[in-house]
């Protein structure tokens, strides 16, 4: 009877909050990795070259890491629903203000401020399901969670792509594209506003039983998992297990994030190569004309929205598939490396094939990289103290992301350098490759 409360009451708050955070992560993921799609816009109307999009992309992280950790100490006095709807709120605003931008120096200030404005968010869920999910359920929620940023890239190539063929009077296409982008997430804030709750006491959508229950169940969770006697926060903070995570994470951001901003290039180098238009380009051409797209501008427009999406598509049936193997089959560190081993794989072929190929592998590389961020997760928040678990979720998050800044840096200067990004994705399956031995060194001290 016991069990069967506390499995009643963890599914109620999964089918309560679930659906709702993986929808505000995908409008989040959409508007932060949606300049990806008007990179030749920012270029020939405000003279963005490669390597200052890059800058500007990576700016975002820098934000995002100096606020991070007090976002979630906010979040922890305000309370989850407060802070939450705040955030949204003011990230929407900054996000439709990109569309206005009228040079680099604007760009780079909206980055960094669009940055800070989100930093709470991603961690501030994190802490949420530490607040109110057992442990054992916190892997797939995660995994149902995180799938969110995949869903977001699977929608994000065909919405934006559908998005820039409009011409409504006043602004470019390009804009119109960044402003309803931007608005739907201030119209999402309010539903957030609605359905959630800060504290397992709010939910009247629970019963007292399965209130008193949860409470319980995660209250012996943290004092099990608490160091005994008094602690030194920022000793913990700066430990080497946590430092460990934190290097592992921007691995694993470094390879994503790559991606992220550079993937529609690297399609469009794949349309643009000198090769019979059959198979899966083929077939996704003649799809884009099915739907009624005749102008070849347009159809390579079009074309590269859904082939954008496919990679990710795949990761979502990764990420979940790893999570219910993990577990099932207990021990985490093995499945990150693992998942980190896949990604490295198919990093390197990449690099060295042609770009149907290298598509194609990337595809294969996306199953890996973002299946281990998933799975990353459930190991510092399993072996945090409890004292510290807001701000080192934090710290975790705003370091690691710090790989979203450098990798668009990086192959915005190789791309800019050599013609070409393909030499930069030999450097991300040796860091995946390094990584994955990395998870294994990482050995939180047994609690006395």
Known sequence: MHEANLQSAVSKVKWRVLPLFVVMFIVNYIDRVNISFIKEQLGAELGIGDLAYGFGAGLFFWGYALLEVPSNLALERLGARRWLTIIAVVWGALATGLAFVRNENEFYVLRFALGAAEAGFFPGVIYYFTRWLPSADRGKAMAIFLSGSAIATVLSGPLSSYLLQLRIPGLQPWQWMIVFEGIFSIVMAGVMWLMLDSHIADAGWLTPSERTLLEH???????????????????????????????????????????????????KEMLATPAPHGGLLGLTENFVRWLGYSDPKAVSLMSTGFLNSMPWIVSIFGMILAAYAAARWKNQQAWVAAALVVAGVGMFVAGLSSPAIAFGAICFAALGFKSAASLFWPIPQHHLDPRIAAAGIALINSLGNLGGWAAPIAFGWIKQSTGSIYIGLYGLAFTSL???????????????
């Open 217 to 267: 169940t995660l209250e012996g969770e943290r004092a099990q998992a608490a160091a005994p006697g008094h602690v030194d926060k920022f000793a913990l903070l700066t430990s080497p297990v946590v430092l460990g995570f934190c290097g592992v994470y921007f691995a694993i951001q470094l390879t994503i994030y790559a991606v992220t901003f550079w993937l529609p290039t690297i399609i």
């Open 434 to 448: 390094l990584t994955a031995a990395l998870v294994f060194l990482i050995r939180p001290a047994p609690k006395a």
